[in-house]
Structure formats: C-alpha cells, structure tokens
C-alpha cells in the first residue's frame, strides 16, 4: 500500500468534527510535527504543531473550500451528526453482501508429518474418499450455478494439503473444468509446512493447478525451528524446508511463474528472540527480493493452551517495530501501515465454507480435526448427507451486527476499520484477537515518516498551507 504525505494549514469548516477514526503519532521533530491518520480511508498527513492543537478542538474557521474538500475526502473530518461507527459496519456488511467470489477451503488431508507442540490438531491418516470428493464438487457446483460469483478460488490447508496431493491433483482437474462450464476464472494458494515442496511440486502446483500463492513457516532460524516444528518422529525439518524454498527461489526462471512465495513465523516465549536471526538469514540469503513478503505472528489457541506461552500483545507490538526496522534495513519492504479490513474471514461470508478430509463442513478455519469443536455448532454437516445442510445456522455470521450492538470492545476500538474486529472465534472464547497495530500505531505512524523523511523534508511548506508531497 502506498501512502501520501500531506501538510495541512488552518482555514474555514463548518458543522464538522474530527472524525472519530483519526490516530496522530507523537511529536516527531523540534517543530512538534506530527503524522495523521485516518483508519477508514488509510490517509496519512503530516499536520504542525498549530494544525494538531487546532484540528483536536474541531477549530476549522480558517480551511479554505478546497481544503475541506480534501479533508472531507480522506475522511478526517465529518459531519457533525454522523454515525461513523453505523457507516463503517454499512460498508463491511456491503462488501459481505455484494462479494463475487467464490472462496472455499479444502482440507485434502487429516495428515501431517509435523508434530508441532503449539498445534492443536489431531491427525489421521485419513484422505478425502471418492464419495467426499464428489460431495465437495456438487456441493461448489450448486453455488456457481447460481450465476452469482465471477471467480472461484480454492485456499488448500492442512493438517498438511500436500499430504493430499493426489485429492488436489484429482479436484484441482475437476474445479477447471467446472470453471470453463460456468465461464469463470479459476485460481487457488496453499498453506503448507514446506517438507514436500520440492521444485518438482512447485511447478506444478503452479502450473497445473493454478496456485498463484504459497505461504510456508519457518520459527526462526534451526536453532528454533527444531525445538517446535518437528516430525512425529521428533526428527528436525529446518534444513529440509529452508532448502526446499532455496531450490524453489534460486530457480533461473523463478521470476517467470506467477505465483508468490511467502514465509510465516510463529512466535512465542520461546522463540520470540530468533526472529531477527531469521530475519538475517532470509537476507543473507537474498530472499528480500525473492518472496512476496515475510511476517511474524503471535501463537493463539487452537482449542488448547498454545497461547498461554504467548508473550503479550503489547510485548510482541514492541517487538514487532523492532522487526519492521530491521527488515527495511535489510533491504525488504514490510507493510507498515494496516489497510481496511470489510470482510474480516471467511465465518462472516454467506457463502464460503470449508471442507475437511471427513466431508465436515465449517465456516471457520481454526476448527477442523480439533476434539474441542466436535460436534459444536462450528461443524455445520457433512458433504454425505446434504439436505442436513439446507438452511443450516452458520455461527459468527453475525459478527458485524454484534460489533453494531456493542457486544464487543471492537464497537469503540478506534482500530475497528483496519481490522474488522480480527477473530470473531477468539474474542467469543473470551480472548483477545487485537492486532499489534493496536499497541504500536503511534511507532508505525513515525516509521512510516522516517522512511520518507527526506522527501518530506524537501517539500514541507514553511507556511503550513496544503502541499501535495
């Protein structure tokens, strides 16, 4: 996401109020400059000293018109009688409402070779049968022939999808065709631990199958990774996966296959210190300029006490600056700033589902294969029986609506537009699903400025009045 920095002067509004939404950095320079931004348009200003004092007691006597166009515009300022928080939920259900695209999410396996101790999974060696397969087809078929969605795309997931293959391969050939009879375009990505992918299965994925994108975990570098991510026979993987993504990304025509290649990291008390090694090694490597992106992510519940050796919110916030320096150093380009969120995941569609290698049906990603949710309302039926699924209640659905009625700290969170509340699941089991932007934006708001401050520099009007940057 690109963002524009902007100077604002002081000149004439009426009837209007700093909306509600406006996040300012602290004080980043001898003149008390500060960055603004709005979390419903994703507008970023740089305001002085008098701007700020001014703008926090809604004193906008001397905007000029063409001024309050542009502040009216970005969203920095509202109506004094609107309902912002109505108008944000308006525009998330809308986007729920009017999607085009049909999103499902297929578990070819219950099986994995890692053992992970944070994972809350119980894995068989279990794949999809014929019968499931063809469930799962029809199933797909009915909601395209609705003449509703313009695009079908399928996210493989674990237990470990490449377990799978065969499934993918055999529902992959199907869903093309299906495509090519509904007249829509076809794409798909995987979640994968990486133990599998060797070049050979790269390309095809790629090719074959349409994966346009890859996403793998690394929990820092050997050191770390081994002490976690292990196979059920406690034997590391670090060295084969971290191979597997060198073989893949050191190919001479790497840059020819359309897909993107990203590298998740798992972080919790006891590995939250081989963050930055690993994000040395990726650089050393020269993978800044290979993958799509990397990112580090706190360790949440799966329906067990994984996040009970989380550090902090706020800790991993802290941590997470330090990380975003440290990849802009090292020559990647992070996200710093978090961008709107309307459709939070795939619970709140009316439509998506997800299908595991037992033909179960759900509506959420984070509950599949764990003994905690069986036979929960999370579990909406099973592909085998499909008229139990006709009308079936589909739980979070109503998460917007909750935020609406204040069930939740969401409804007065100033972040609520940048994150659409995160994991309805998670704060239903009375745990907080906030992001680190939360704890951090102030830091990310000055980071966003340093990383351009020569620019602005060059360009700040000493006379405060609105200059483009």
């Not at 996401?1 to 109020?17: A, C, D, P, W």
């Not at 919790?268 to 992510?297: G, T």
């Not at 520099?457 to 200059?467: A, G, K, Q, Y």
């Amino acid at each position: 996401m690109t963002f524009s920095f902007v100077v604002i002067g002081i000149k004439h509004i009426l009837e209007m109020k700093l909306s509600y939404y406006t996040l300012f950095s602290d004080s980043l320079n001898q003149r008390n400059d500060r960055v603004m931004f709005s979390t419903r348009s994703q507008e970023i200003f740089l305001v002085s000293s008098c701007t700020y004092d001014n703008i926090l007691r809604n004193d906008f006597e001397q905007f000029s018109l063409v001024e309050k166009e542009q502040l009216v515009n970005s969203r920095f300022i509202v109506n004094d009688d609107d309902n912002e928080l109505l108008e944000i939920i308006a525009e998330n259900q809308r986007e729920i409402d009017d999607d085009t695209l049909c999103y499902e999410v297929i578990q070819p396996s219950a099986m994995c070779q890692l053992g992970c101790d944070y994972c809350g999974q119980l894995h068989e060696k279990v794949s999809m049968s014929v019968a499931i397969v063809e469930g799962i087809l029809d199933r797909i078929d009915q909601k395209l022939a609705t003449g509703r969605f313009k695009k079908l795309y399928i996210g493989w997931f674990g237990a470990e999808p490449l377990m799978g293959l065969g499934q993918i391969r055999t529902i992959s050939t199907r869903l093309k065709e299906m495509c090519d009879k509904h007249n829509i375009p076809y794409g798909s990505k995987i979640v994968t631990n990486g133990l599998s992918l060797k070049v050979n299965i790269f390309k095809e994925l790629i090719t074959e199958w349409k994966v346009d994108h890859i996403e793998i975990t690394l929990d820092g570098i050997a050191e770390s990774h081994d002490q976690r991510r292990y196979t059920k026979e406690k034997e590391k993987t670090f060295d084969l996966i971290f191979n597997n993504i060198l073989n893949i990304v050191n190919l001479p025509n790497y840059r020819d296959f359309a897909c993107s290649l990203s590298i998740r990291c798992n972080v919790d008390e006891r590995n939250d210190d081989f963050v930055s090694p690993l994000i040395s090694l990726l650089a050393e490597k020269e993978l800044q300029n290979k993958i799509s992106y990397f990112y580090p992510i706190g360790v949440y519940s799966w329906g067990n006490d994984a996040h009970k050796k989380s550090i902090t919110k706020e800790e991993f916030a802290v941590k997470e600056i330090e990380w975003i320096i440290e990849m802009i150093s090292k020559g990647f380009k992070p996200s710093i700033l978090p961008g709107r969120v309307k459709k939070v995941c795939l619970s709140v569609s009316k439509s998506s589902e997800m299908y595991d290698a037992y033909g179960n049906v759900f509506n959420c990603t984070e509950v599949s294969y764990v003994d905690k949710y069986k036979g929960t309302e999370y579990v909406l039926g099973n592909v085998l029986k499909p008229e139990a699924l006709a009308n079936k209640k589909r739980p979070l659905m109503d998460w917007n609506a909750k935020i609406l009625d204040g069930q939740f700290p969401c409804t007065t969170c100033k972040m609520l537009p940048v994150c659409g509340g995160a994991c309805p699941k998670s704060w239903h089991e009375d745990m907080r699903a906030c992001p680190p932007s939360k704890f951090n934006i102030k830091e990310k708001l000055a980071l966003a400025y340093v990383s351009s401050q020569c620019d602005i520099r060059e360009l700040m009007d000493p006379e405060n009045i609105i200059s483009n940057l």
